[in-house]
Nanobody, 121 residues
C-alpha cells in the first residue's frame, strides 16, 4: 500500500506559477510510475503528467505541454509538479497517483486526496 498526500495548491493569478508536491508513505515509490491528474466539477478526471521510475520517461497532457514539468525524488519519496504560465482553465483539484505507465499516460493504482488549484484571470 502507498499513501499519497498532495500539497502546494492555492490561489494564483493567471501567468503565475505553483509547485505541487506529493509525499508518499507506506512503501518506496521507486518501483512505481508516478503521475498527476486533475478534475473539475462535472468533468472526468484529466491526465496531466506522468514520470517513470527513473525519471527518464515523462508524458504530458496536451493542454499542459510546455508549461508543466513533472519530477521525482525517490530518495525522499516525493513527486513534484511545477506549473508555469498558469491559465484560468488550469483551475481544478490536482491528484497525485502511483501506478504503471501505459502508452502516453499512467494507470493509477493509488491516489491522494487532492489539492485545489485556482487560477484567477
Amino acid at each position: 500500500q502507498v499513501q499519497l498526500a498532495e500539497s502546494g495548491g492555492g490561489l494564483v493569478q493567471a501567468g503565475g506559477s505553483l509547485r505541487l508536491s506529493c509525499s508518499a508513505s507506506g512503501r518506496t515509490i521507486s518501483s512505481y510510475a508516478m503521475g498527476w491528474f486533475r478534475q473539475t466539477p462535472g468533468k472526468e478526471r484529466e491526465f496531466v503528467a506522468a514520470i517513470n521510475w527513473s525519471g527518464g520517461i515523462r508524458y504530458y497532457g496536451d493542454s499542459v505541454k510546455g508549461r508543466f514539468t513533472v519530477s521525482r525524488d525517490n530518495a525522499n519519496n516525493m513527486v513534484y509538479l511545477q506549473m508555469n504560465s498558469l491559465k484560468p482553465e488550469d483551475t481544478a483539484v490536482y491528484y497525485c497517483t502511483a501506478g504503471t505507465l501505459v502508452p502516453s499516460r499512467i494507470r493509477g493504482d493509488y491516489w491522494g486526496q487532492g489539492t485545489q488549484v485556482t487560477v484567477s484571470s
